[in-house]
């Protein structure tokens, strides 16, 4: 009996405010479709492992590896890459305080560890609790729940995900501390 593989796949991603319907080998991932598609290079391919953290884009405002994501399961998403982290001309307030802290080298996980950031930020604004949050800090009175301070030490942990070959881990900390503060 013949089996038919179904190989390709027309959907929609929608990258940076901009709509994009293509046939994708249903195999493609999200890296691979932002970059040999569409010419988003910010995402980085690093290890295509999931492992360095330099494809981190936003998906729907949540931080997502790339090279980890089958693209056609995110038909209709909202994905944010690094090229569009600036709003209005401005650039996005990391990355001028990456910038202004020299918080890069080279700059091939640069684009990884803002959008790691930016979605970071949100986490712990909506008081989910990383690894090295006291009990409780995460809860208020009433049994809701209260943003976490990122202190020095919760950035670190939070973004342990995102290496940097070059070391620019000090200047990468003092950059985010100076947003989230
Ligand atoms: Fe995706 Fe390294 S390229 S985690
Ligand atoms: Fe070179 Fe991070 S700045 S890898």
């Not at 020095?152 to 973004?159: F, L, N, P, Q, V």
């Not at 200047?171 to 989230?180: L, N, P, R, S």
């Amino acid at each position: 009996m013949e089996t038919l593989y179904r190989l390709s796949y027309w959907g929609e991603l929608r990258v940076n405010g901009v709509a994009w319907t293509l046939a994708l080998d249903h195999r493609t991932t999200l890296l691979d479709a932002l970059r040999e598609r569409l010419s988003v290079t910010g995402p980085k391919k690093g290890c295509d492992h999931g492992q360095c953290g330099s494809c981190t884009v936003l998906v729907d405002g949540r931080r997502l590896l790339a090279c980890l994501l089958p693209a056609v399961a995110y038909d209709g998403a909202r994905i944010t890459t690094v090229e569009g982290l600036a709003q209005s001309g401005r650039h996005h307030p990391l990355q001028e305080a990456f910038t202004a802290r020299d918080a890069f080298q080279c700059g091939y996980c640069t684009p990884g560890q803002l959008c790691s950031a930016v979605g970071m930020i949100a986490e712990a604004a909506a008081g989910h609790p990383s690894l090295v949050t006291e009990d409780g800090a995460a809860d208020d009175t009433a049994g809701g729940i209260r943003p976490v301070a990122l202190t020095a030490a919760e950035i670190r942990e939070r973004m342990s995900g995102n290496l940097c070959r070059c070391g620019a881990y000090t200047h990468i900390v003092a950059a985010i501390e100076d947003v989230a503060g």
